[in-house]
Protein backbone atom coordinates (compact mmCIF):
# COMPACT_ATOMS: atom_id res chain seq x y z
CA UNK A 1 0.00 0.00 0.00
CA UNK A 2 1.29 3.59 -0.67
CA UNK A 3 2.27 5.54 2.02
CA UNK A 4 0.13 8.62 1.02
CA UNK A 5 -3.05 6.35 0.77
CA UNK A 6 -5.44 4.65 3.17
CA UNK A 7 -7.86 2.47 2.99
CA UNK A 8 -10.42 5.48 2.78
CA UNK A 9 -9.06 7.24 0.33
CA UNK A 10 -7.59 6.31 -3.71
CA UNK A 11 -7.03 8.21 -6.69
CA UNK A 12 -9.41 10.03 -8.27
CA UNK A 13 -10.44 8.08 -11.97
CA UNK A 14 -11.25 10.14 -14.96
CA UNK A 15 -14.94 11.43 -15.16
CA UNK A 16 -15.25 11.44 -11.09
CA UNK A 17 -15.32 15.21 -10.06
CA UNK A 18 -14.68 17.13 -6.95
CA UNK A 19 -17.26 18.61 -5.06
CA UNK A 20 -16.01 22.39 -6.62
CA UNK A 21 -16.81 20.58 -9.71
CA UNK A 22 -12.97 20.32 -10.77
CA UNK A 23 -11.96 16.61 -11.68
CA UNK A 24 -10.83 14.88 -8.68
CA UNK A 25 -7.37 13.94 -7.72
CA UNK A 26 -8.50 12.07 -4.41
CA UNK A 27 -11.42 9.76 -4.15
CA UNK A 28 -12.27 9.71 0.13
CA UNK A 29 -14.68 7.60 1.97
CA UNK A 30 -17.12 10.10 4.30
CA UNK A 31 -20.31 9.86 6.03
CA UNK A 32 -21.77 11.25 3.08
CA UNK A 33 -19.90 8.63 0.89
CA UNK A 34 -17.68 9.13 -1.70
CA UNK A 35 -16.27 12.28 -2.45
CA UNK A 36 -13.82 13.91 -4.96
CA UNK A 37 -11.28 16.14 -3.65
CA UNK A 38 -9.04 18.43 -6.17
CA UNK A 39 -6.19 19.83 -3.83
CA UNK A 40 -7.12 22.92 -4.47
CA UNK A 41 -9.21 24.62 -1.08
CA UNK A 42 -10.64 27.60 -3.15
CA UNK A 43 -14.51 25.78 -3.45
CA UNK A 44 -13.99 26.67 -7.70
CA UNK A 45 -12.82 29.95 -6.69
CA UNK A 46 -15.45 32.04 -9.02
CA UNK A 47 -19.10 32.75 -8.80
CA UNK A 48 -20.55 31.18 -11.79
CA UNK A 49 -23.34 28.69 -11.12
CA UNK A 50 -23.77 25.52 -9.42
CA UNK A 51 -22.07 22.03 -11.60
CA UNK A 52 -24.63 19.78 -10.32
CA UNK A 53 -27.87 21.64 -9.26
CA UNK A 54 -26.92 24.99 -11.81
CA UNK A 55 -28.07 27.42 -9.14
CA UNK A 56 -26.74 30.75 -10.07
CA UNK A 57 -24.06 30.84 -7.58
CA UNK A 58 -22.12 27.97 -6.01
CA UNK A 59 -22.69 27.20 -2.22
CA UNK A 60 -21.74 28.99 1.11
CA UNK A 61 -21.97 28.83 4.46
CA UNK A 62 -22.97 31.61 6.89
CA UNK A 63 -19.43 32.22 7.07
CA UNK A 64 -18.75 32.83 3.05
CA UNK A 65 -17.02 29.08 3.32
CA UNK A 66 -17.68 27.45 0.43
CA UNK A 67 -20.28 24.43 0.78
CA UNK A 68 -20.76 20.97 -1.20
CA UNK A 69 -24.30 21.29 -3.21
CA UNK A 70 -26.65 18.52 -1.74
CA UNK A 71 -27.21 17.55 -4.98
CA UNK A 72 -23.15 16.47 -5.55
CA UNK A 73 -22.55 12.95 -7.12
CA UNK A 74 -18.87 11.62 -7.95
CA UNK A 75 -19.93 11.06 -11.33
CA UNK A 76 -22.38 13.14 -12.72
CA UNK A 77 -25.36 11.38 -14.65
CA UNK A 78 -24.57 12.36 -18.54
CA UNK A 79 -26.67 11.54 -21.35
CA UNK A 80 -30.00 13.38 -19.95
CA UNK A 81 -32.26 9.90 -20.84
CA UNK A 82 -33.16 11.24 -24.31
Given at each position: MNDSMDDRAR????GELCT???Q???VFTTRFGLV???G???GGNDV???PFCSSP?????ALGTPERCPQYRLRPVTGGGR
Open positions: LGLPCGRAVWGSCINDGPCRKHFN
